[in-house]
């Protein structure tokens, strides 16, 4: 008899993104002519850099010809794009790796979601609230969490609240744990941990023998010298953290699919014996079996924003979205709402008015001024009475948006 995963029935299934949809189909349903405008979407909406696209083209060509046609390529990386990411990503700020140390994949989604596995099953996991649903949703699949309690938290899970009273920068867990996420800059808040936060991170990290996933998806997005765009930046790092990269939110790959993870040699675990052991060997077994590699056509569209040319139009592209930004946070400020993020971030994460509930919040922005973002509280319990308008819409809808919010009576 072949039975089932029971860990997948303590998830609280895809609920925030299913619910919106639902509530919006429903609110057009009854106002076929309502006029909405979406803020919620976590996805680009901009087309890939001309870089890429020519890149990619050439690349097509050559697979139509048995001379440079690509069948399986190394399941790493091909060491044109490897060698590109850490001399531009890096080496620039003084940080060194081997080619040895990175692996290539179809995104942060996976490698966030995979990584998990080369990790004992009875670790514990440390997650900022609100965070990126993936890390906490692949720990309680893989069984190494209890149920979901009645304070919207998992059991054996310790949980970093992050609120604008702490400033978003979580205070150290106070009982042990092996394993800590943490998201910079932050999706949904869309705020970040300095070089002195960060430093604290790793120290404590060094101290306690925990290793750091650190998720920098948004890395592009930063604008302040005190932000380091790769944990790596800090003294010690490179001994307990593992770092997630993409060109989704860089370069608009989100239906591309091309992201990395750096997993240094010093990163070591525990075995049963009690040696330790490099988790890079472990990844590199993981990703050797599981994956076969991340399309060459897709590679080659990669590498080319590390030319100088490409590192012009991706500079344009996450200006764009930052100048969205930018224009939902001054507006909303004008509006008279506390707002958050949106300067190292694509992020604008603002406090409900009269702590109203997200969801309360979520309906009656959609019904007062046609406007559709996410509630914060889908993010985490911690995100209650928050919510996350996002500046990947185009430039003109993100104007009018914001002229609405004016009219917004709270
Ligand atoms: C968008 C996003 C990613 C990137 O995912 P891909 O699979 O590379 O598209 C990773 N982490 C966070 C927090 C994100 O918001």
Redesign the pocket.
């Known amino acids: 008899m072949a039975t089932i995963n029971d860990n997948y029935l303590k998830l609280q299934g895809s609920y925030l993104f299913a619910e919106i949809a639902r509530r919006v189909a429903a609110y057009k349903e009854a106002n076929p002519d309502a006029d909405i405008i979406r803020l919620g979407i976590?996805d680009v909406t901009q087309p890939l850099p001309a870089v890429c696209i020519e890149a990619m083209h050439k690349a097509v060509d050559e697979m139509a010809h048995k001379e440079t046609f690509r069948g399986y390529g190394p399941e790493q990386g091909y060491s044109f794009l490897t060698e590109a990411i850490l001399r531009n990503n890096y080496e620039k700020k003084g940080i060194h790796f081997g080619t040895d140390e990175i692996f290539v994949s179809d995104?942060?989604?996976?490698d966030?979601g995979n990584i998990q596995e080369i990790f004992g099953a009875a670790d514990k996991i440390a997650i900022t609230d609100p965070v990126?649903p993936v890390y906490l949703d692949t720990n309680v699949m893989a069984g190494r969490t209890g149920t979901m309690q009645e304070d919207g938290h998992y059991a054996g899970v310790t949980y970093l609240p992050c609120s604008a009273e702490n400033n978003f920068a979580p205070a150290l867990p106070k009982e042990r744990v092996d394993i800590l996420y943490l998201?910079c800059p932050n999706?949904p808040t869309g705020t970040t941990l300095n070089r002195t936060e960060l430093t604290k991170w790793v120290n404590w990290a060094k101290e306690n023998d925990v290793v750091i996933l650190f998720?920098a998806?948004y890395a592009a997005y930063i604008t302040e010298d005190d932000v380091p765009t790769t944990i790596y930046e800090i003294p010690g790092a490179k001994d307990v953290a593992i770092e997630f990269r993409?060109f989704?939110?860089t370069a608009g790959f989100?239906g591309t699919r091309c992201?990395y993870t750096i997993i240094p040699h010093n990163v070591t675990g525990k075995a049963a014996d009690g040696s330790r052991v490099e988790y890079n060997k472990l990844w590199n077994r993981r990703h050797t079996t599981k994956f076969n590699g991340t399309a060459y056509i897709v590679q080659r569209g990669a590498a080319a924003i590390y030319t100088e040319e490409g590192q012009k139009q991706v500079k344009e592209l996450v200006g764009y979205y930052l100048e969205n930004a930018r224009i939902i946070r001054e507006g909303l400020q004008a509006a008279g709402l506390e707002v958050y993020g949106g300067i190292n971030a694509p992020y604008i994460w603002l406090k409900t008015p009269n702590n109203m509930p997200s969801w309360d919040f979520f309906d009656k922005l959609l019904k007062e001024v046609n406007i559709v973002g996410t509630p914060g509280v889908g993010f985490g319990p911690c995100g209650e009475g928050y919510f996350r308008l996002t500046s990947f819409g185009d430039r003109e809808d993100t104007k009018r948006a914001v002229a609405r919010f004016q009219n917004l009576k709270f």
Do not use: E, F, L, V
Request: include cysteine; aromatic fraction near 6%.
């Open positions: 976590g995104g942060s989604k996976s966030t990126y998201c999706n998720d998806a993409s989704s939110k989100t992201g």
